[in-house]
């Protein structure tokens, strides 16, 4: 297995600019969850998913950011419009229900994507 | 509201050296306890993890973890220190049941002495 997919790795915008951050899941998994990284805030959880289904996005920090997921095996971040205090480390995780402990199995993180919004 | 405390924020030993990270959490119920591990420049990967049962838990890369629900811990430990094992480690407690989030303590960086 491939694992979590996410692209791009790095990202270097302006303010003001849309960011789309882009996440493949692991096949089969019915979890996704967003993070995002920051040396003051630590990791932060943005928002997850259930079957495709937003359950939770009260980590979202303001209307400016929005994810969608419109299938299993994808899903997107969006930042519009970004500004420089949106840099940061943002990873995707998926998990899957099926074994022992339920939705609280292993989280599975891809790579992140490094933002940097000048 | 759960809470997840990892007091210390860099930690350096010697190689060869025995390893504890502390983790305290707060929570009401029997927690789903986690720690992962970050290497630099890469996303987190599970060393282990612990729900119920035996309160010493192994995990990969020769790390285990004891519950004390006495002390609201779950500290990390491995008695020889490699290398390889410098990164950024962090504890994690499943939040309330339905929600199935995870709260993750703010890490801890290891250093390691060759």
Not at chain 1, 83 to 111: H, I, K
Not at chain 2, 30 to 39: E, I, N
Request: net charge neutral.
């Amino acid at each position: 297995d491939a694992g979590v997919i996410q692209s791009p790795r790095h990202e270097v915008t302006e303010m003001g600019q849309e960011v789309t951050l882009r996440c493949k899941p692991i096949s089969g998994h019915d979890y996704l969850f967003w993070y995002r990284q920051t040396m003051m805030r630590g990791l932060e959880l943005l928002i997850y998913f259930n079957n495709n289904v937003p359950i939770d996005d009260s980590g979202m920090p303001e209307d400016r950011f929005s994810a969608k997921m419109p299938n299993a095996s994808f899903s997107t971040l969006k930042i519009q419009p970004s500004e420089p205090r949106d840099s940061a480390v943002y990873f995707c995780a998926s998990s899957t229900t099926l074994g022992t402990s339920g939705p609280y199995n292993e989280q599975f993180f891809g790579p992140g994507t490094r933002l940097t919004v000048l | 509201a759960q809470s997840v405390t990892q007091p210390d924020i860099h930690i350096t030993v010697s190689e060869g050296a025995s390893l504890e990270l502390r983790c305290n959490y707060s929570y009401g119920a029997t927690p789903y306890l986690f720690w992962y591990v970050q290497s630099p420049g890469q996303g987190l990967q599970l060393l282990l993890k612990y729900f119920s049962g035996d309160t010493l838990v192994q995990g990969i890369k020769g790390f285990e973890a004891e519950f004390k629900r006495s002390q609201s811990s779950f500290n990390l430990r491995k008695p020889s220190v490699h290398w390889s094992d410098a990164a950024e480690y962090f504890c994690a407690v499943g939040a309330s049941s339905g929600t199935y989030k995870y709260i993750f303590g703010t890490g801890t960086r290891l250093k390691v002495l060759a």
